[in-house]
């Protein structure tokens, strides 16, 4: 009942990702040298991993290195993953939810927000809507800044489960925490995030 | 969940008041909605909203925080066509065969080095051991430079020793280091300018 539905892709660049045994024979014929088997799975799964760094970084270019990295270090350490211990897109979301970490760490002092500076009303530039929400509700770009100004801890367990839907136990997996810890974390973003966008629909309505 | 059947009691009277324990109540709707309540207190919870309209509101209004939160990433994030395919980094180039067969001659490479140092070094042992002995008992051996400065040692080992006796008819502690008496001369030679480095040649001589 309290399950998000799952996600429905509307772009053909997003296409589901394939069941076991059709993505366990597309691993195998990657590791034999076939490119074309690469590009298969590069396209089946760039889609979720784009958005996932999109999500977390808030911007575009950012999220285009990420999904590069990690894709280069997917293909090269494609041999590691083990089928037995997780699976394949969980594997993904924890290479593409590191990287992420890294190009935040890598960015902080350069980009720290000017409402840590100056807490009196200045919004922070960093988090700027992308073009496609100024074709967006007033509402969703309300939500994007919220979003924004959500700790990286809660931003990735919000992403994780509203967006992707997934169960505590997969979100403790690609975060390295424990599925309670996941849980309290949830509990918390929840709670900010309401009164976030409660304040921002305050004050932006004013 | 016997705050929640309170709590019901008392919305019945209430009308849902927001006393305490209905505070409680709305935090375990958002746990309700997160899929936080074990399926014994999600069930009780269904009873509850089935009961209480305020709270059926508010659990439409939590479920909306997470899809404005769903659709706005959705539509925020989504790609442009053909911006995804660009992006896709180089497929790693296959090992082959060849390149693991140099890869085990450079791995193996330190140990065929230490193996031949080992097999000269025996080579060159027996072939010294063998040289000493023929200079013990045969007479003289010299080594001479011919542009190296030299300085001439000679050692008189049996001097003291009667080679007439034989080993057996000897005394006890005849042979004692004590009694061989080395006889060192030291002769200069003459140092060329272009010599480089001395060398000392030793030359054995036996003496009667």
Known sequence: MSEYPSLAWDSAEEAYPSNDAELGFLIERCLSGDEAAYRILFERHSGLIYRLAYSLLQNRQDAEEVLQDSFEYAFRKLADFDEQKSAFTTWLYRITVSRCRNKRRRKWLPTMPLSLLAPNGVKDDNVKAPDELLEQTEMQRTVWYALGQLSPKLRETAVLRYYYGMQYKEIGEILNISPKTAESRMRLTHQKLRGIIEILQEEWTE | ?208
């Open chain 2, 1 to 208: 969940m016997d705050g929640i059947a309170e709590s019901t009691a008392h919305q019945r009277e209430a009308g849902c008041k927001k006393d305490m324990t209905h505070q409680e109540i709305h935090e375990q709707l958002s746990d309700y909605i997160l899929g936080l309540l074990t399926p014994g207190q999600e069930n009780e919870m269904s009873q509850h909203l089935a009961g209480c309209a305020a709270c059926r509101q508010r659990v439409h209004d939590e479920r909306e925080i997470g899809a404005i939160v769903r659709e706005t990433l959705h539509s925020a994030t989504r790609p442009e066509p053909m911006q995804l395919r660009q992006l896709m980094p180089p497929v790693p180039k296959k090992k082959r065969s060849g390149k693991i067969a140099a890869n085990w001659t450079s791995r193996l490479a330190p140990a065929l080095v230490l193996l031949v140092i080992i097999a000269s070094s025996l080579i060159l042992t027996a072939q010294e051991s063998k040289r000493s002995m023929s200079i013990f008992f045969a007479s003289t051996a010299t080594a001479t430079s011919t542009n190296t400065p030299t300085a001439t040692v000679t050692q008189d080992i049996r001097s003291n020793i009667n080679e007439t006796t034989p080993i057996s008819e000897m005394g006890e502690g005849e042979l004692a280091l004590n009694e061989i008496k080395p006889l060192v001369q030291v002769v200069a030679a003459p140092v060329p300018l272009q010599s480089p480095t001395p060398v000392a040649v030793i030359s054995r001589t036996t003496t009667n």
